[in-house]
Structure formats: C-alpha cells, structure tokens
Nanobody
C-alpha cells in the first residue's frame, strides 16, 4: 500500500519560516502531480501549491512570493518552504500525490493524501 507522511509543522511567530516535507512510501511505480493543500478551522480545504512531474509549479495568490514547492523524485518527497509567514497561514497542511502503483495484479493511478501537519503562526 502507498502512504504519505507529512512532517515539519509547528508553531512559529509571524515573519518566520517553516519547511514542510511529505514522503511517499509503498509500491510506487511513478508519481505524477504532487501538491500541498491547507484547511483552516471553519474553512474549506484550499490548494496552496502544486508541482508536476516535470517540475512546473503553480501557487495560490495568497502565498505567491512567500512559499516555494519543490520535489525530490529520487526520494519520493515533496517540500513546501514557507517564508514570511502570517497568522492567516495558520492551518492543517496536507500533501496530495497522484501515484501510479500496483496491487500485484494490475497497475493503476490513485490519488493519495497525507494525514496533515499543523502550522500555527502567532502574531
């Protein structure tokens, strides 16, 4: 089975930085798009940043210029470098990946989510 595990969340003061990591493990043939989402209390989950297998990136307007998404394909890992953090960045951050995998009988692509990591930015 495939699993995504995030790490790197925590409490930081406004203006500070954090680096989130998300490692995929299991039966992985290849990984297509990887992305970071976040969900603040009482709000819907929103896309923060996305990176394709070729390295193309896109960001939510609210984080452009402050956050950077990157990936290490050899390590099946996606990162989110977050700088100049604001209190409104406080949320649970989730990674998502479209992973080509196999159950031993057939191969297929499935969308996997991590369990989330809390980011809290104090003012």
């Amino acid at each position: 089975q495939v699993q995504l595990v995030e790490s790197g969340g925590g409490l930081v003061q406004a203006g500070g930085s954090l680096r989130l990591s998300c490692v995929a493990s299991g039966t992985i043939l290849s990984i297509d798009t990887m992305a970071w989402y976040r969900q603040a209390p009482g709000k819907q989950r929103e896309l923060v940043a996305i990176i394709t297998s070729g390295g193309s990136t896109n960001y939510a307007d609210s984080v452009k210029g402050r956050f950077t998404i990157s990936r290490d394909n050899a390590k099946n890992t996606v990162y989110l470098q977050m700088n100049s953090l604001k209190p409104e960045d406080t949320a649970v951050y989730y990674c998502k990946a479209d992973i080509h995998t196999s159950n031993g009988f057939r191969t297929y692509t499935f969308q996997y989510w991590g369990q989330g990591t809390q980011v809290t930015v104090s003012s």
